[in-house]
């Protein structure tokens, strides 16, 4: 089973609402006592000394019981220790109390946002969005009118406002491109569409909102309106809509096109350093390793290349069979701003030559030296020990973990993967109920459980139906798709699995869905395509163990 959906959660990036909250370790907290049940004052005392002592999960307990009698401040604070600590059900007790009491605080809606994003509660996000735009158009236009009878008369204009100030405090070109960025994360190109648009409307030359409209043409599969979008954008800004359209074609997998307008950028004098950058990328997600590696090291001996740039080359290493050379250039990376990618990978590739100590101290020290990240690297760790045959290592780090965070999304969902892996799957389709019953309207859920049911073919009546709910929510979302298609091969029609196969893989160029794509075609007796599919999954991602697995199932002679 591979049905995460980060992508929701990758909305807080583009949001570009929540920063530097507080950090701090995590042990389990004991219960307030019945005399400081409901009394703020001590329940504030008691968290704030949870703080000193290192008990995060018990610091987010008590506060967010102090806010539900506290005041707005009280909610804030209760709202910020619990989403550095990722106790997201005390965040969103507490982030929902602050702004049902400071419903126009724009900080208060950015963090409910937030926390509702990671609770996968993404109208209750777009509410907060709304609500956040809304105080800020306010503020930018000018005060409201002090009470009912200052109000103009329907039709005029507020007093010390011009009329485009008042039509930027009613609609306004960011919110909906924000609201757009918010639809393509949640895979769905049609409402990103219809919000792009309407920005448009407003400022026709709006970049940003021209992006939006081209990535949800793409999207939606309608390349030549996706390519138009990009080139109107060009048009208004050679050099930022050049490289947007060399995306939009990157994207298409035009992969000669884009790389022919990066040519032209740099003859059109773009910065050199960020085209050699891009045709560096392309080539890498082209499958394309001799170019990359090239490309990335000419950066670096220019000194223009990056902590990203050196761990592309560490990356194509290990591509390249070269495991030693591998660990050497991540090993350079130890302490760099890629620290966490450079230590997991390293640490995958010792755990394959059996070298299970050095690896798990990469993440250990790294951990120690930055305790805000211990959730992902629980999380990385548990994976790794999964991925190399330690599984129940890995659900005993889970099972710990959400001691100190509980009920946290991730860390279920992980669980749920990880008895997957490990063949337990009927106890990974009781957590994911389990899970589903708690957010029955959660898209992501409904995807996982419908295509482990039909991964296993059980229930395939049911696994559909589920999958088919979820679409309805992020129609565009390729791993969905793909659990679609996956249920149509199971349920015996592979040429029509083929089809959604083939779409799914455009909009996500994902190995295990090439790999699912493939098998459709050659059950359906398109052997010579199906070697196609396989030949340039494999280009791409070359140490992909679920395509390589069908392959070699399908074709036994196959190299």
């Not at 530097?20 to 400081?36: E, N």
């Not at 890995?394 to 009920?407: D, I, K, N, Y």
Request: aromatic residues 4%; proline residues 5%.
């Amino acid at each position: 089973m591979n049905r995460r959906n980060s992508s929701l959660s990758a909305g807080l990036v583009a949001l570009g609402l929540v920063a530097g909250l507080l950090g701090c370790a995590s042990t389990h907290a004991p219960k307030p006592t019945a005399a400081t049940h409901r009394d703020p004052t001590a329940l504030t005392v008691l968290a704030e000394a949870d703080l000193k002592r290192g008990d995060c999960r018990g610091a987010s307990e008590n506060y967010a019981q102090a806010a539900a009698d506290g005041d707005a401040q009280l909610a804030r604070r209760a709202t910020q220790v619990a989403m550095a600590c990722e106790h997201l059900p005390a965040a969103w007790a507490a982030a929902t109390r602050w702004r049902s009491l400071a419903p126009t605080d724009r900080e208060a809606n950015a963090l409910y946002a937030a926390v509702a994003l990671k609770l996968y509660r993404t109208a209750d996000a777009r509410a907060a969005i709304n609500d956040f735009w809304h105080a800020e158009e306010q503020v930018a236009a000018g005060p409201l009118p002090a009470s009912p009878a200052d109000a103009p008369a329907p039709g005029s204009s507020l007093p010390g406002r011009t009329r485009g100030q008042q039509q930027r405090a009613s609609k306004s070109p960011d919110t909906f491109t924000l609201l757009g960025e918010l639809a393509l994360a949640g895979y769905d190109g049609q409402r990103a569409q219809g919000y792009a648009q309407r920005a448009l409307q407003l400022d026709p030359k709006d970049l940003a909102a021209l992006r939006v409209l081209a990535r949800a043409y793409v999207m939606r599969g309608d390349a030549p309106q996706a390519v138009a979008t990009a080139r109107r954008a060009q048009a208004d800004d050679a050099t930022r809509g050049g490289f947007e359209l060399a995306e939009i074609l990157a994207s298409l997998d035009r992969s000669e096109e884009a790389h022919q307008q990066l040519e032209l950028l740099r003859a059109g004098g773009a910065p050199h350093a960020e085209v050699d950058r891009r045709l560096a990328l392309l080539a890498f997600n082209s499958g394309d390793m001799k170019e990359a590696r090239q490309r990335f090291t000419e950066l670096l001996s220019n000194g223009e290349g990056n902590d990203a740039a050196q761990l592309y080359l560490a990356d194509i290493a290990a591509r390249d069979g070269d495991p030693e050379g591998a660990i050497a250039a991540y090993r350079r990376l130890y302490d760099s701003s890629v620290a966490l990618s450079a230590r997991s990978r390293a640490a995958a590739l010792l755990l394959d030559r059996s070298a299970r100590t050095e690896a798990l101290a990469l993440l250990d020290d790294y951990a120690a030296d930055h305790p805000e990240d211990e959730l992902d690297l629980t999380l990385a760790k548990a994976r790794l020990l999964a991925d190399h045959g330690e599984a129940d290592e890995g659900l005993a780090l889970l099972s710990s973990a959400l001691e100190r965070h509980p009920q946290h999304p991730s860390i279920e969902y992980d669980r749920a993967v990880i008895l997957e892996q490990s063949g337990h799957v009927h106890e990974s389709v009781e957590a994911l109920e389990h899970m589903l019953n708690e957010r029955p309207d959660d898209p992501t859920l409904q995807n996982a459980l419908g295509y482990t049911l039909a991964d296993h073919t059980l229930e395939l009546a049911h696994a559909e139906v589920l999958i088919r709910r979820a679409l309805t929510v992020m129609p565009d979302n390729p791993a969905a798709i793909d659990s679609l298609g996956w249920v149509q091969f199971r349920k015996g029609d592979a040429r029509g699995a083929a089809a959604t196969l083939a779409h799914a893989y455009s909009l996500g160029h994902d190995p295990e869905i090439a790999a699912h794509w493939g098998e459709a075609l050659w059950v359906g007796g398109q052997q010579a395509e199906a070697r196609r599919v396989f030949a340039a999954a494999l280009a791409r991602q070359p140490d992909s163990k679920p395509l390589k697995a069908t392959i070699k199932r399908l074709i036994p002679d196959a190299q």
